[in-house]
Antibody
Framework: QLQLQESGPGLVKPSETLSLTCSVS??????????WGWIRQTPGKGLEQIGT???????YYKPSLRSRVTISVDTSKNQFSLRLSSVTAADTAMYFC???????????WGQGTLVTVSS | DIQMTQSPSSLSASVGDRVTITCRAS??????LNWYQQKPGKAPKLLIY???SLQSGVPSRFSGSGSGTDFTLTISSLQPEDFATYYC?????????FGGGTKVEFK
C-alpha cells in the first residue's frame, strides 16, 4: 500500500521560498507507473494542480505558476519536492502530494500540510 | 484551463435518500472525469474514475455516469458516513482542474 507524507515549514514569510518534501513508502518512485504531483487547496480557489514529475525528471507545471515552481525527485531517498518562490498570502493553502496514474486521477494522497504565508 | 462547474454547491439530505450531483465541463473531456469525497481535515478520496469505474473498496451505492461535458455522481442510498464534500476532476487536459465542490449536509 503506497503511503505519502508531506513535510516542511508551516510558516513562510512573504517573498521567500516555500519548500516541501513528499516521502513515499510502500513502493518505489523509481520506474514507477505513477506521476508524482503537488496539489493545493484554498477556501477561495479550491483544489489546484501545481505540477507533476515523473521519476525520469520529466516535469509539468501549471502555466500560471511555472515561473515560480520547481519540482524535483530524489530516487535515492524515494522522495520528491516542491519549491515555490516569491510567495505571497495568496499561496497560503493546504498542500497535498499525490501519486497520479496515467489517466490523471489519484487514489494515493498525503494527509496534507498547511502552509501559511505571513510575516 | 478547463472550467468544471458542479451543482448544487450544497444540499441537505437524510439517511436513505438518493443523491445526485452534476458536473459540467467547459469543453468535452471525453470520459476523463473523476469523483472524490473529502471530509474535513482529510485528503480527497477517489470514488469514481474515468466517469463510471468504481474505485476498489468504494461501496456500490456510489455510481458515476456521463461523457463529453456532462457527468453525474449518484449515491443510491445515503449513509451517515457519506456526509462530506464531493469534487469532480477532469484529467483530459492539463492542468488538471477540479469542480468547486458539493457539500452534502444532514437535513
Amino acid at each position: 500500500q503506497l503511503q505519502l507524507q508531506e513535510s516542511g515549514p508551516g510558516l513562510v514569510k512573504p517573498s521567500e521560498t516555500l519548500s516541501l518534501t513528499c516521502s513515499v513508502s510502500g513502493g518505489s518512485i523509481n520506474g514507477s507507473i505513477y506521476y508524482w504531483g503537488w496539489i493545493r487547496q484554498t477556501p477561495g480557489k479550491g483544489l489546484e494542480q501545481i505540477g507533476t514529475i515523473y521519476y525520469t525528471g520529466l516535469t509539468y507545471y501549471k502555466p500560471s505558476l511555472r515561473s515560480r515552481v520547481t519540482i524535483s525527485v530524489d530516487t535515492s531517498k524515494n522522495q520528491f519536492s516542491l519549491r515555490l518562490s516569491s510567495v505571497t498570502a495568496a499561496d497560503t493553502a493546504m498542500y497535498f502530494c499525490c501519486a497520479l496514474g496515467y489517466s490523471g486521477f489519484s487514489d494515493n494522497w498525503g494527509q496534507g500540510t498547511l502552509v501559511t504565508v505571513s510575516s | 484551463d478547463i472550467q468544471m462547474t458542479q451543482s448544487p454547491s450544497s444540499l441537505s439530505a437524510s439517511v436513505g435518500d438518493r443523491v445526485t450531483i452534476t458536473c459540467r465541463a467547459s469543453q468535452s473531456v471525453n470520459y476523463y472525469l473523476n469523483w472524490y469525497q473529502q471530509k474535513p481535515g482529510k485528503a480527497p478520496k477517489l470514488l469514481i474514475y474515468v466517469a463510471s469505474s468504481l474505485q476498489s473498496g468504494v461501496p456500490s451505492r456510489f455510481s458515476g455516469s456521463g461523457s463529453g461535458t456532462d457527468f453525474t455522481l449518484t449515491i443510491s442510498s445515503l449513509q451517515p458516513e457519506d456526509f462530506a464534500t464531493y469534487y469532480c476532476q477532469q484529467s483530459y487536459f492539463t492542468p488538471l482542474t477540479f469542480g468547486g465542490g458539493t457539500k452534502v449536509e444532514f437535513k
